[in-house]
Structures are given as structure tokens and as C-alpha cells.
């Protein structure tokens, strides 16, 4: 199995660092034989070559079993609206490239930290959300432009029946075999792309009478999720509404970082923590590598097929929680200072 | 004064019957005269007249001093995408006709109901958010449209720049008012729309020298705004974003029945609930009629600075509170069941 490992901005660095070490580990420990290759993405590609998705680096992509990727993103250009090339067009340049349509994020809490959240405990136990977000539609690959001598900007929310079928196929076979429970957050009392998504929805349940469906809007489906989690197990949504609740969500796990994704689709799948490029803490290695620990997971049972080994990851997760370790932005006041680690030392 | 009240669908009409009422009581207090109206509006205008927002409603809003208004919606439509005429769209083209772009929603919890949120008490304790939501822009009034006989549809998210202007500067003037921060929400590294809103934000930002700004993007927004509530003071954003935030918020005041807001812009102010109209509970006395209440405090001082008579208001929900008096949503284990009252009792 090849496996390019694509660090990206920031924090991304450190992270798939140890992702790759945990790889290694695997390989070891299971008698695998991986391959590794490097590639450039984001910021840090744009510093090297002017391109946020180079061409080598997509050629990469394409040839690969599987793709660890940390993060992208950089001040600098949020900062400056009018710049033109942004780390963040290499991101979707690849999801589009590989039509990688179909981000899945698991939210589930690790019990030795009900208390890293905002959220209240009994409020959280037992929640475990399975979310799958459309990724390579919506208002991120629709038209855009300035008009009116740029005092006047638009995006376009777009979506094709097709593109919301397969994805939401994707969710009513994941909720068949979790507790058959499926609910689509939409817009639809506004959005006629939202209408579009819903009837689609409407028209796929009868193949799934096992499954019993909910249509909830953006807003309630933002205010339930902190609510009342456990109401949640299976959802679908688009683009830009599944990157606001699953960024929400992460505190149902606790912290971001500890939340992986994968993003899968027609071909080579790719695996990621949902936090950002932090700069703030890049290079002090203090980042919490555990998201790209769990993307491996995902990596080795999605994308593999290699459940023992998955197990063996979260497992191993679970077993240094249980011991009390912890990185800062998971660790609370009672945890003892020798208990906090940096991020290699958690790798 | 004038006062029309608009209880439009739903639980709508029981909790602006408590909200008139509470008017009448400060009238007499305070030696007012107030008049009142009434008009239709939502699916209960559909029902009568064919039409969400009737000609004879608008006219009777143009000359009112101030508008109570309840909710809109009916589950009808929400289960039928193709519906032509939506009780949605005369909540929407009220917005436009009457000007209302600014939507402030004050977020405050009473100590009392620290124990109703989900989030944890220490992390609620303290906070306090007025959002500034643009009310008549972005993709709630953009062109969209069904293409490829009915396969496609899209969305447009559109804002000029004296839109994105206006409801900034009341951003900032209220920030002065309070601790001097503005958190910006948008997507500016993704959409070109958020782009030109951080433009305009960046460009006023040296008017108000003594004014903080931040910003984030909508994600972010959505994680921190429970991880952390008291890192924000005055948010201003986009309507969809806008939408979603508060929505979010209301669980930092313990619940959605506890949320009022008022509607400004260019002539009458609405003052509303943030809450829906709630179909499931309609009819049974059950609804919480604060958040209609608390819109009337709004009412009082923004469109009339009647600032006492708001604040004795404010005052008695506080009391009433203390007392130990709760309606079912915002009751736990703890409440003794004879005090937990109805919508009327409430009032
Ligand atoms: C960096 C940004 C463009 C990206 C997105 O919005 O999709 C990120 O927030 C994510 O969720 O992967
Ligand atoms: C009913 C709906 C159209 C409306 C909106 O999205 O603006 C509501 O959610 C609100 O916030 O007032």
C-alpha cells in the first residue's frame, strides 16, 4: 500500500508527523508493507512553486492507495481579502479533483473526557454522530465574481440532484447498520437548492424503509446539537452547513483536536483531523496529534479494509487517556502537570 | 402610540396575547395611551387571503409606531418542497418592504436559569452577546431559481457594500456603548460575498479607534461561541450566518422561549421572538411567553425610549423568575410542579 502523506500549513506538519509514525508502527506490529511519498499543498506550496495545488502533488494524489493530510490555511491571507491565490483553493482544488464527495465525520467522546467540554456531561454521554457532509458542491464550487466596480459580490449555492443522491445514499447505508435513525439538515423553508435537497431526501426514503428519517433546518439543527446530541446519529447535510456543524460539534468531543474525517468519493480517499493550520501554535509542539492519530484509523479501515488495525489505533488512543495523559487543550485543572504532554511525546 | 400586533402562525397568537398584555399593564403604570391593531400575516393570511403578507397588513404596518409580532410557519410546507406560496416569504418580504436590516439579538442569561442550559454553568456565568444580524441581504433575497427541468436549483449570496456598511456601523456604535469589542463572522476564505463584507469591516474599523475588532470565520464562530461565550461581546454578520449563530446562542440563555428581537432599519422596528411557531405545543397553553415579553422591552425603549418602562419589564420576568416560576421548557427536576405554569399564567 502507498500512502502520500500531504502535511500542508501550520500545525499540519507536526501532526501527520506522528500519523506517520503510528503508520509505521502498524505496519510493524501487522506485517504491512507500506510506501510513503511527501507532497506540497496550501501555503507552503504556493511559497514553493506560486501554486496551491501543484501539478506533481496532484499526480501524486492520483497514484496513491491513500493520502494522510494535516491542514492548510495562513493569516496572511485572511487578513487580505482581495488576494488571489489562497492556500485554501489547493484544498478545494483537490476535493474537486478527486471528487471526493462525501466527508465523513465521526463525533464521538473518548469517556475520559466528558469533562474537557463546555457542554454538560450527562448532557454528552452516550453521544455518538455519524456526519456526512457533502463535499464538492454548494456555494464552495459554485459561480462567484465582484460586480459593479467590486462594490457588489456574490457566491451561488448550487446543487444537482445527483450529487445530493450519492451522498445521501452514503448516509441511509451508514444508518442502516448504526441505529437507522437519519436526519437531513437543510434550509428549505428559504433555499431552493435546500428544496432540491430535501426532495431528494423524500424520494430515497422508500428504498430505505428501515430507516426513519428527519428533515431539520440549519438553525434548529444548530441550537439541537448542543442541546440534545443524543437525539442525533446519523446526518447529512451540504457543504457549507456540514462545515459549520461539524465544526460546532467538535465540542461534543471534547476538543477539535481530537476530531478525524475522512473525505472519500471515486477514488484515492483522504484522511485529515478538522482543525485548522493553528499558527498560533505551530512549531511549539504543542498541537494535539490525536485527530491525525484517529484519521489513521479511519485511513486503515476505510480505505484498507484493515479493521484489527483501526482498532488497534483507537484503542491505543483510548488506553493513554485512560492512563491520564493529556495535551494542553485537552488536559483541565485537575490534571497533573507531568500528565500534560507535547506533541511528540503523545504520538 | 400605535402598536400592531402581528401574531402571525402557530403559538405565535398565544404569546403575543401575553405580550399586549403586558403592554396594556405598562400603559396603565406609566399613564400611556396606546392603540392597538391587528393584521394577518404567514400561513394564517394564506388561509384567508391567498397571501402571506397581505396588501391590507403592510399598510396597516407602514403606519404603525411599533410591531409585535409572533412567528410564521407551518410543517405543511416544510414537507412539501414544491409549495408555491410559503408563510415564510411574508416574514421575508416584510424584512424588505419595511427596511428592517438590522436584526439585533440581545443574548443574556438570568441567573436563574443558569441550570436550564446544556452548557455548563461556569462557562455560561457572565455572558453576554448582542448580535447585529443583517436582516434583507445576502442569499435570503438573491435570485434562485430551478434549471435542467428541476434537477438544479441555486441560490445567490449577495451583498453590495452600503448594505454590508449600515448594519456595521450600528455594530460598532453599540460597541462602544459596551466593552468596546466587534467580532466580524464570516467565510472570507471561501466565498467572495464574505470577502467584501471583511473589506467594508476593515475599512470602518479606523472610525472607532476605541473599538477592538476580531474576526472569525463562521466555523470557528460556531465551535467558540460554546466553548467560550464570554470571549464575545457585539457580533455582527451576514443573515444566513446570522441565522444560524443565534439560533445556536439561545442555548446560552437557557432556552429559544427566553429570546427576543427587534427588527430596525429605516421606519417601524418588529419585535419577536426568536422561537418558531411551534405547531407541536400550539393551542395547548404551553408556549413560553417571555421571549414575547422581553420583545416588548425592546419595543419600549428602542422604537419608543420609554427606557423605565422597559427595564420594570425586564424587572418582573427577573422577579417572576426568582419567585421560582418556570414554564415546562425551562423547568427541571428540581422545579416543584406548582410552579410550573402555562402560557397565561406566566403572562
Ligand atoms: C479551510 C476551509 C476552506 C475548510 C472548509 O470550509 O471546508 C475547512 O474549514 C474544513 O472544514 O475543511
Ligand atoms: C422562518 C425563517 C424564514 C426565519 C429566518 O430564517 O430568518 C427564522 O428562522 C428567523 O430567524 O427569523
Avoid at 82 to 107: C, H, T
Avoid at 177 to 205: G, I, M, P, Y
Wanted: glycine fraction near 8%.
Amino acid at each position: 500500500k502507498h500512502i502520500l502523506v500531504v502535511p500542508g500549513d501550520g500545525i499540519g506538519a507536526e501532526v501527520t508527523t506522528v500519523g506517520k509514525q503510528v503508520l509505521e508502527l502498524i505496519a510493524q506490529l501487522f506485517d504491512h508493507d507500506f510506501t510513503y511519498d511527501e507532497a506540497l499543498i496550501g501555503h507552503v506550496a504556493i511559497e514553493a512553486t506560486g501554486s496551491p495545488l501543484p501539478e506533481e502533488t496532484l499526480t501524486k494524489m492520483r497514484s496513491a492507495d491513500a493520502i494522510l493530510f494535516g491542514a492548510v490555511g495562513h493569516p496572511k491571507y485572511d487578513n487580505d481579502p482581495s488576494a488571489k491565490v489562497r492556500p485554501e483553493q489547493g484544498l478545494l482544488q483537490m476535493r474537486k479533483e478527486l471528487g471526493l464527495y462525501a466527508n465523513l465525520r465521526p463525533i464521538k467522546l473518548f469517556d475520559e473526557l466528558l469533562d474537557a467540554s463546555s457542554i454538560k456531561p450527562e448532557i454528552l454521554r452516550g453521544a455518538d454522530i455519524l456526519f456526512f457532509r457533502e463535499l464538492t458542491g454548494d456555494v464552495y464550487f459554485g459561480k462567484r465574481e465582484r460586480l459593479d466596480d467590486g462594490n457588489t459580490a456574490y457566491d451561488t449555492m448550487i446543487y444537482s440532484k445527483y450529487e445530493v443522491e450519492r451522498i445521501v445514499r452514503k448516509a441511509f447505508e451508514a444508518a442502516r447498520t448504526r441505529s437507522k435513525k437519519l436526519c437531513s439538515v437543510d434550509k428549505a423553508n428559504v433555499l431552493e437548492s435546500s428544496r432540491l435537497w430535501r426532495e431528494v431526501v423524500q424520494a430515497l426514503a422508500p428504498e430505505y424503509p428501515d430507516v426513519t428519517v428527519e428533515h431539520q433546518f440549519i438553525d434548529a439543527a444548530a441550537m439541537l446539537l448542543i442541546k440534545d446530541p443524543k437525539r442525533f446519529d446519523v446526518v447529512v447535510t451540504g457543504n457549507l452547513f456540514g462545515d459549520i456543524l461539524t465544526d460546532e460539534a467538535s465540542q461534543i468531543a471534547g476538543s477539535m483536536g481530537m476530531l478525524a474525517s475522512a473525505s472519500i468519493g471515486d477514488s484515492t480517499g483522504v484522511y485529515e483531523p478538522i482543525h485548522g493550520s493553528a499558527h498560533d501554535i505551530t512549531g511549539k509542539g504543542l498541537a494535539n496529534p490525536l485527530a491525525s492519530v484517529l484519521s489513521v484509523a479511519l485511513l486503515l479501515d476505510i480505505s484498507f479494509g484493515f479493521k484489527a488495525e483501526a482498532q488497534a489505533v483507537i484503542d491505543a488512543v483510548d488506553a493513554v487517556l485512560k492512563a491520564g495523559y493529556r495535551t494542553r487543550d485537552i488536559a483541565n485543572t485537575t490534571t497533573s502537570p507531568d500528565k500534560i504532554l507535547g506533541t511528540q511525546q503523545m504520538g
